[in-house]
């Protein structure tokens, strides 16, 4: 592993001497020392080093010396926006050298780069195609060039596992580069294999090797007492990360926090874009989650601060800017739902434009909800639309299903809304929650055989749920068809009631409303032709206001 005070002195040495590189030997010590600070340091100051470098690199003649100067530098800025031509540029500088040198080791290099570009941009497979390349050059020079070898190494595993999910083969690949890794000065490529490693483990459900990894990192090797402070803040954000996904939303806080305020301290959210917007947003979703709701709004003001700096605009992806904003929407809209506030009263102005900015899309786009329930198309030209957005539009569906699950929008329940909501399951990231809106659907319609097929299909996933407000509503379906089964079972109000309660300790004040008239219903003395007949309308009931409600109530139970 990387000794810290030795780096240190190292990258002090090189903003020291920077000016004091005349020879050949001076420089090639100088990238030395260059070449172990940039592999585990990316920032601005770093970055204004290399063009005076390059120049003098240029000036001595000494090719090789200058393509590491061009690999380190491009490293450093290919994943920022307006780079993106420099990027382009140092690639063709080195690809000119390479051609003159044929090393197999710089060819490598410039494959990798490429695919690099390519990746950061959206463009997978010329990306695995190209680092496939790379890889075959390298394949008997393990050894000879072990630092690129591993570099390719780990790119190429990683790139392919986003198309290919069969994992046992990919985590083989990491826990080499691990090994590496550990054994070497690159520690920050140690936290980012351990980062995706942690996701493997965890979506090939490999529990045991997810806990001895976090036993390595904490109590064999005390990594975090050892390493620098970018990549302690690097770790903890994918330790919460990968906290939330395992539903460990207490554990997820602690670790994002520590994260957080090593951020803060060190003051270097500009140099740390995507890591410093992840740990607003998951933050802040799991405070929401907990019914913290003012912590949660906080740290939303604290985010879309952030992301309209200019610095920030200048330097990050559009990509980025929507991520963030779609995923403030969400939060925003769990927060003022569950305290059954008018969102439109949202004090802050610049939350206030992205809940705006944001609702407009969705209902603009092609899978808003006025096009999920339109009836004017066919199956066939929805399915066609949602294919030919479908990277586009995934954003939109998810909100567009968590808008009409949080708020309970009342729509036209008709037979084209369902087939509708059924055919856009596979192009959601949580297909459950338009299981959810189904179930729903089909229980204020009556159609209970359709309901039935549904909560089978969500005792299965059950498990597979992770989000509180969706592990909810799924509980409190299958309470339901407890009760449409055997409508005696006096379990049932004592369980609903504990949902409720739940509801009511985490501020979820809006489901536990909607949960507390079903109990009303269940427990009602009023003799209905069939206890189905009590669901019947009620499954968005809760959107009328308590004068209309409570009509309803009366209705329904006189």
Known sequence: MLDIEEFNRKKQKLFETKDQINTQKELQNYLSDLKIVCTNEKSKDLVKLFQPLIDKAKKIGEEKSLFSLYWLYFRQIYYFTPTMKLTEKLIESMREISRKSNDIEQKAIVLASESLFHQF?????????????????????????????????????????????????????????????????????MIRTIAHLLRFYTFSNLDDKYEKLIRWIFSNEKIPEKILDSHYVMLFTNLG????????????????????????????????????????????????????????????????????????????????????????YYTLLFIYVQLDIDIASLRNDKLKHVYEYTKSLIMETKVSENFLLDVSMDEVQKEELLKNGKSQSKHEIYLSLHQLLLTHTPYATDKKTTDTITLIKDYTYTPLF???????????KGNYNEF??????????????????????????????????NPKDVNIPRKLNELEELCRNNNFKKMSEEIKLYIRLITSSKTFKSSKDRFKQTA???????QQKEMVMRILEN
Request: glycine share 2%; hydrophobic share 40%.
């Open 121 to 189: 941009r959206g463009k997978n497979e010329k990306s695995i195609m190209l680092m496939s390349k790379a890889l075959k050059f390298l394949k008997s020079s393990e050894e000879i060039y072990p630092d690129t070898y591993y570099t390719v190494l780990f790119s190429h595993t990683l790139f392919s596992s986003f198309k290919n999910q069969n994992y046992s083969k990919v985590i083989q690949k990491m826990e080499k580069c691990l090994s590496y890794y550990h054994r070497s000065y690159n520690t920050l490529g």
């Open 452 to 485: 039935y097929k549904i909560v089978k299909r969500l005792k299965t996933k059950k498990n597979s749920a992770k989000t509180p407000i969706l592990k909810i509503w799924i509980e409190f379906l299958i309470l339901i068809e407890q009760y449409l089964i």
């Open 434 to 444: 338009a299981d959810v809106l189904l179930g729903k659907i089909h229980l204020s």
């Open 241 to 328: 990360k990968f906290s939330t996904i395992r539903d460990e939303i207490d554990t997820a806080i602690a670790f994002m926090s520590k994260a957080y305020d090593k951020m803060k301290t060190k003051k270097f959210q500009l140099d740390n874009i995507y890591d410093y917007t992840d740990i607003l947003r998951i933050l802040s979703r799991c405070y929401a989650y907990k019914g913290n709701f003012e912590e949660a709004y906080n740290l939303l003001v604290e985010l879309i601060s952030f992301i309209e700096h200019d610095l920030v605009k200048k330097d990050s992806l559009e990509k980025l800017v929507k991520v963030v904003y779609f995923s403030t």
């Open 540 to 546: 968005f009931m809760d959107v009328f206001s308590d």
